[in-house]
């Protein structure tokens, strides 16, 4: 299967709407518009053949670098040839407040070639597919370049060179000499009244100009965190890529801008992971705030707000747009990448019960409201019913932090995030307790406020005191010698790593030792970290966050030089732009699952934080 990249040699950039992937031998393989949901345009990724790509290459023999603009989200790909060098560059105009006035914003993707010396013969190949593959764009010549229409999509591509009619989609050879440029803009028409040729201004027009201010927006943006120490470069990419994959329009937070990304190279564990879990964005948003970014979390909270408003409760999974998600369905036509079928579109896991969603929402809203010193009342009452909501449903099964199929199990790790959203949402009606910070200004109105609030506390400590008192009586597994994966199981699992974090127990009490030491000890292949014991075969590669999981659980019991060293090995895995997808194989170092993966940076962040006290 060598027709398709490895993907650790894949960059990413988006627009905080949606997101392309682009290789490092200057193919375009990935991109839906005009959101991270929507049907792709490009989608070779998952089949070379039928997916439709954008390749922009040297039509000579090349050796190529891909690398980020320092602190941005703008990718450069520095060709070699024997007659000279040239880089392209990659980028997409962010989504900005412009879009919520009522301004038109047309996503667009712009692609420069520069001519760095001697003189590079290119080879441009624009072959649209839309909707997945499934529709054969109609690709008209016109002034400036091409109009392209199909699967309900109509785009403008201007280029600044000659294009003509390929077997599919179009393409152009030509030149690009010392200190010259040349630049393609793809434009996705914002509206059905729109023509696409009205985009077709010469591409060269403000491309430049744009360029520097998509520039001038990341490095504005990472200038913000306020993390000095010395993972500040590491720390800072991984904010950014949290960053892209945030949904401006709304604030949510896709786990991957990915479909069908295998777990295991021809396996059938292919999902769909452009949604908002409440997990990731919960975790994404309690790193940001460590990092010093409110305006993300405010969003964030502002969204779930709408969301916690609606029939049902709260959910584990959403769509970008606040909807609670797709129905699954599959693909037969592509092949998957590498041969991995099916492909699948939608997502079933929002129809699951999530109890541990509760615990990380309620974590990222106390810090939040400490950082703040007060509590947001819209966000509050909201959140004041999910945890009601909670106190009837933690008794039930649920589908676990890893959305397990089959039927619903009692996972510790759900029980005890359980106990977490009780115990911070406690605090933060305690005087003498975290909510400290933000009563002292005004305490008359937060005592009036707790008083009020009294027997909902006294009913809240009730269900913490129980859901522990079962935790520490059915979770326990005397012969393993450690927590375990649900209530009757024997199965280890990664999750529990996250045991001291939540305070359930001091970090000193030997069952927290002793968990930790069993899980490093069981689920750790290669230096990487398992996300369980598990009879599949063969088996999926390591799951990538969890090495961080560990990092942050040594450091708790006080292992601090192996925390320290096991961050370091485990940064090392990161490809050569500093992004790392879902999991990676422990015995070649392959990327699997989805890339880039936000739940493993933002647990970069936190590693990181954790290790040097912040």
Known sequence: MDRYQPLSNYGVIGNLQTAALISGVGTLDWLCLPHFDSPSLFAALLDSEKGGSFAIAPSILFTSELAYEPFSNVLVTRFVTASGGAEVVDFMPPYTEAGVRGKLYHPALYRGIRGLWGEVPFRVVCDPRPDYGRVRAKTDLAEHGAVIRGGGMSLGLAAEVALQKEASGVGAAFSVPHGTERWFVLRQCAHAGCDPADLLAPADYCADLTYRRVLDFWRRWADQCRYQGRWRQEVIRSALLIKLLTFGPT????????????????????????????????????????????????????????????????????????????????????????????????????????LHVYGEL????????RQRKRLPRKIWTALRRAVDDLCEEWQKPDAGIWDVTGEPRHFVHSKLMAWTALDRAI????????????????????????????????????????????????????????????????????????????????????????????????????????????????????????????????????????????????????????????????????????????????????????????
């Not at 199981?489 to 974090?501: F, V």
């Not at 999926?540 to 990092?551: H, K």
Request: hydrophobic share 40%.
């Open 251 to 354: 604030g949510a937070l896709v786990a991957a801008p990915t479909t069908s990304l295998p777990h295991t190279l021809g396996g059938s564990l292919n999902q769909d992971y452009r949604y908002c879990w409440l997990r990731d964005s919960a975790l994404a948003v309690n790193a940001l705030l460590r990092l010093g970014y409110t305006e993300e979390a405010q969003a964030f909270f502002g969204w779930l707000e709408a969301r916690s408003l609606e029939p049902g409760g709260l959910r584990g999974l959403y769509g970008v747009d606040g909807q609670r998600g797709a129905p699954e369905e599959t693909l037969p036509h592509l092949e998957g990448y590498r041969g991995s079928a099916p492909v699948r579109i939608g997502n079933a896991a929002h129809g699951q019960r999530h």
């Open 362 to 369: 309620l974590s990222a809203f106390s810090l939040l409201a």
């Open 427 to 614: 605090g933060l009606l305690d005087p003498l307790g975290p909510g400290v910070a933000f009563t002292t200004a005004l305490a008359e109105g937060i005592r009036r406020l707790v008083r009020r609030e009294q027997p909902v506390v006294e009913r809240w400590t009730k269900t913490k005191e129980a859901i522990a008192r079962e935790i520490l009586e059915r979770g326990w597994h005397s012969r393993r010698g450690a927590f375990t994966q649900s209530y009757g199981s024997d199965l280890l699992d990664a999750s529990l790593l996250l045991l001291p974090s939540c305070r359930f127990l001091p970090a000193e009490d030997e069952r927290v030792h002793a968990t930790v030491d069993r899980l490093r000890q069981e689920l750790t292949v290669g230096g990487l970290m398992r996300r369980y014991e598990s009879l599949d075969s063969p088996p999926e590669g390591a799951f990538t966050p969890c090495s961080f999981w560990l990092v942050d659980a040594l450091a708790a019991i006080g292992k601090m030089a192996e925390a320290t060293s096991l961050f370091e090995a485990t940064l090392a895995q990161a490809n050569h732009l500093g992004l790392y997808s879902e999991e990676i194989d422990p015995a070649t170092g392959e990327f699997l699952g989805h890339f880039p993966q936000g739940l493993t940076h933002l647990s970069l962040i936190g590693s990181a934080l954790t290790l040097e006290g912040s």
